[in-house]
Each structure stands twice: as structure tokens, then as C-alpha cells.
């Protein structure tokens, strides 16, 4: 199920800036891969690459060893590449359980003739989603809000709901931005132990960008560092805290 992701010498520039300069890396099928560095890194403009939002001006992004260089991140919805985002985008007016309802595509009451026509495979379709979404409301801990309005929930719970958009899919591969901003700790300890859930039991692999490297340190290995958009260094998080390199990138110079 799970699949990786293979970058070779990715190029993007704005206004002349190049915020990633011939940046190679690759995220191994399986793995919970970290990204780190400082503001200004190139990291989200990375992943806005690989998720499919930006085109290189270079270079080239194989997923599960297919080519997707500027392939749209709607494209990449369908073969199983996803991505989570710093603020959560849900839909405030709905309930948590209606957010995971409406992810799946294609569904059979999306067309109109097929409402008219064939209610009852609509009605068994939108049974099934709806048994699915119930099972990922219970794997994350999320029964007691699954009727709450989306807008309602905390942060950290709707990080949750964002996780469990990817379950409603046959996700491979996900693309976490942040997940620890704005959580309580409590939340994140949930949050954290659902991706190392995810990833041994259902074989994700997770490709995240984090500033909290407690959650770096129990999530990644291996850690890469990025710095003037490209890699640094990588390798686990005990090495990479003692790389004076990155202490003097990444800290400025303090241990």
C-alpha cells in the first residue's frame, strides 16, 4: 500500500529568489520521514511541489517510481498522495462525521439522473461511506464530536479530522505540514500516536515538516535537514542534534 517519494535536483524560483536550489532527497516507502531547517528553508515550497501545487523549474518527482512532476495535487488525490496542511481546511458548517463523508470521489449521488433514477445505490453507496467514516471517527478517538459542527472543534481535533480525511481513501503517502501548531499537548500525544499507528498497522508512509523536534524525535527517522533550499544533512535525530552544522543553520550556533 504504502509508496515513496524520489526527488532529483528540484528547482523553483519567485522573482528571481530560488527557494529551492537543486534539492535531491528521497522519502523511502514505509518510512515516517521528517523535514526540519529554518524559516526561509524551502521546506513548504518543497512540498508544495511534490503535493502537486507548485510546477518545478527544474528537476524531477517520482511517486511509487512513477514521473508526477507537475501533475496537480487533484491528480495525485487518485493515486494516493495527500496532504495535511499547517491551519486545518475544514468545513465549519458540517459535522466531523459529514467531513469524512464527502471525501471519497466519484459518488453515485453526485448525479443527479443517478438520484432520479437509481436512489438505492445511491442509499447503499452513502451507507457504506458512512460505516467507513464511523470506523475512522472510533480508530482516532473522535466519537464523542462526530456530530459536532467542524468550525466547533479545537485545533488539535480538527488535525484529527484532517488525518482522518486520508483514511477515507486508499491513501500511500502523506504530506503532514506542522501537525503540532496550534495543538495542545494531550491532543498531540493523540495525534502523534495515530501517524505511528498509521504507519505500522496500515502501511503509510509520512513525509513531515515539523519546528517541534520532541515530535520529530518520536515520529522520524530518518530526519532531513534543509537549508537555502536544499539538504543539508539527514540522518536520526541523535545525529542530527549534534551536527554543528545544524546547530549553526537551524539554532544559530546554540546548542
Known sequence: MAAGIKV??????????????????????????????????????????V??????????????????????????????????FQIAHEFSNMTALENLMVVPGNQAGENLLTTWFKPSMVRDQEADIRAKANEVIKFLNLSHVKNELAGNLSGGQKKLLELGRTMMVDAKTVLLDEVAAGVNRTLLNDLSDNILRL???????????????????KLCDPVIVMAQGSVMTQGNITDIRANKQVIEAYFGGAA
Open 51 to 84: 503535493a502537486g501545487t507548485y510546477a518545478p523549474c527544474e528537476g524531477e518527482i517520482l511517486f511509487d517510481n512513477e514521473d508526477i512532476t507537475g501533475i496537480a495535487s487533484d491528480k495525485l488525490f487518485h493515486k494516493g498522495l495527500l496532504r495535511t
Open 199 to 217: 504507519n505500522r498497522e496500515v502501511g503509510y508512509t509520512f513525509f513531515v515538516i515539523e519546528h517541534d523536534m520532541d515530535l520529530i524525535a
Open 8 to 49: 532529483t535536483d528540484l528547482c523553483k524560483s519567485f522573482g528571481g529568489v530560488r527557494a529551492v536550489d537543486d534539492c535531491t532527497l528521497e522519502v523511502a516507502e514505509g518510512s515516517i520521514t521528517g523535514l526540519i531547517g529554518p524559516n526561509g528553508a524551502g521546506k513548504t515550497t518543497l512540498f508544495n511541489m
